[in-house]
Structures are given as C-alpha cells and as structure tokens.
T-cell receptor
Framework: GDSVTQMEGPVTLSEEAFLTINCTYTATGYPSLFWYVQYPGEGLQLLLKATKADDKGSNKGFEATYRKETTSFHLEKGSVQVSDSAVYFCALSPMGANSKLTFGKGITLSVRP | DAGVTQSPTHLIKTRGQQVTLRCSPKSGHDTVSWYQQALGQGPQFIFQYYEEEERQRGNFPDRFSGHQFPNYSSELNVNALLLGDSALYLC????????????????????FGPGTRLLVL
C-alpha cells in the first residue's frame, strides 16, 4: 500500500538558518504530494502541494519539488523564522477521485531566536 | 466564509463508553473525511463520506462508524471505547467535483478542522 517516510526528528535551528526536511514515498501511479503544517494546539494547514512530476510547490518561502525518479518531496526554506516552529507532515493522495491522504509521522521543527 | 468546524473541542470518556464527534464542512464542500491522530504520529484515515454514504474506509474496526447528513455535516461514532482510542480526531472537507475535474487549487484542497481531542480513561 501507499506509504510516506519522513526523516527522524526533532529538528532545532537558529533563526535565518537553511531548512531541509526529507520526505520519500511509495505509491502506484502518480500521486499528488503535500506538505501540511500543524501549529501548537491547532489543526492541519496545507502548506504546499504538487500534482505531477517536476512540479514545484511553494508558499511562505517554503518550496518542495516532486521528484518521480527518487520518489521524494523534500521541503526547503532558505531562512527560517521563529514563527515557523511547528510540526510538519508530508502526505500523498492517490491519483483519481480517491482523496484519501496518507501521512508521514511528522517532524517537529523548533527555531530559536 | 466559515472553515471546517468540529465539536466538542475536548472530551473525556471511560473505557466501554460510546462517543459521538461532529463536523461541519467548509462552505461549498460536499465530502467529509475523518482522521485519527495519535500523540506523536501522523493522522490515519478512518473513512470518507460523500452523498451520505461511506465511500472509502481505512484500517479501523467496525466500532468506528459515521454518518453524513443532507447538509453535508458529519458525525463520527466510536463504540466500546478503548484506552488506545485516545487521540486527536480530525475532520477534513473538500468538493468531490473539484477532485474529479481537477479544478482550481481551492477546489482540490482538503481543509482540516481544529480537531476534537478525546481522552479515554
């Protein structure tokens, strides 16, 4: 079945540091890929998405590129802020009308001033 | 434009009891999915409702059941609660038409509610 693997956490960075969070997936066909963010005490918010190979999703300075050849969707940001501290989840949704999301375990990011 | 709302926000039950959680989808959405998020884990898909019918189901026992009403709102019921059912229960909504036709970004996106945190003692 479908699965998503995220790098182990937590991750602690200083403000303005470069961020990379790795995500790889296993799925048949061409799934859509997502990054969701969960701030403390809140539900999930969509951060960015990509629906086909080589697509780049971007939002709020975060970027991720859909790499079919390496089945990856790594999240990057050039300069993190304290307000980026949250839990980040990589997820996939199969192609077609099926919209079930399969999530990774999530990784906690803490950014210190 | 109200987003996805869930009630209650917190709930405490004891083993063996039954619980009902409620979700109102984002305006214009007709499809509701439920997820269970255990502490420190990613959300796990429970089931999805569209046109008042369960369309997909994840790997959850029959103790977990649901319902969708004509106004698209939904309920999640869990019977015979176990300690392991303690989790954050998330509701997500979207438009099925948007998914099928590959509509605008807002149509394809699933929007999540804030969740209901259930504690089983």
């Amino acid at each position: 079945g479908d699965s998503v693997t995220q790098m182990e956490g937590p991750v602690t960075l200083s403000e303005e540091a470069f961020l990379t969070i790795n995500c790889t997936y296993t799925a048949t066909g061409y799934p859509s890929l997502f990054w969701y963010v969960q701030y403390p005490g809140e539900g999930l918010q969509l951060l960015l998405k990509a629906t086909k190979a080589d697509d780049k999703g971007s939002n709020k300075g975060f970027e991720a590129t859909y790499r079919k050849e390496t089945t990856s969707f790594h999240l990057e940001k050039g300069s993190v802020q304290v307000s980026d501290s949250a839990v980040y989840f990589c997820a996939l949704s199969p192609m077609g009308a099926n919209s079930k999301l399969t999530f990774g375990k999530g990784i906690t990011l803490s950014v210190r001033p | 434009d109200a987003g996805v709302t869930q009630s209650p926000t917190h709930l405490i039950k004891t083993r063996g009891q039954q619980v009902t959680l409620r979700c109102s989808p984002k305006s214009g959405h007709d499809t509701v999915s439920w997820y269970q998020q255990a502490l420190g884990q990613g959300p796990q898909f429970i089931f999805q409702y569209y046109e008042e019918e369960e369309r997909q189901r994840g790997n959850f026992p029959d103790r977990f059941s649901g319902h969708q009403f004509p106004n698209y709102s939904s309920e999640l019921n869990v019977n015979a609660l176990l300690l392991g059912d303690s989790a954050l229960y998330l509701c997500a909504s979207r438009t099925m038409l948007g998914r099928i036709i590959g509509g605008s970004d807002s149509q394809e996106t699933q929007y999540f509610g804030p969740g209901t945190r259930l504690l089983v003692l």
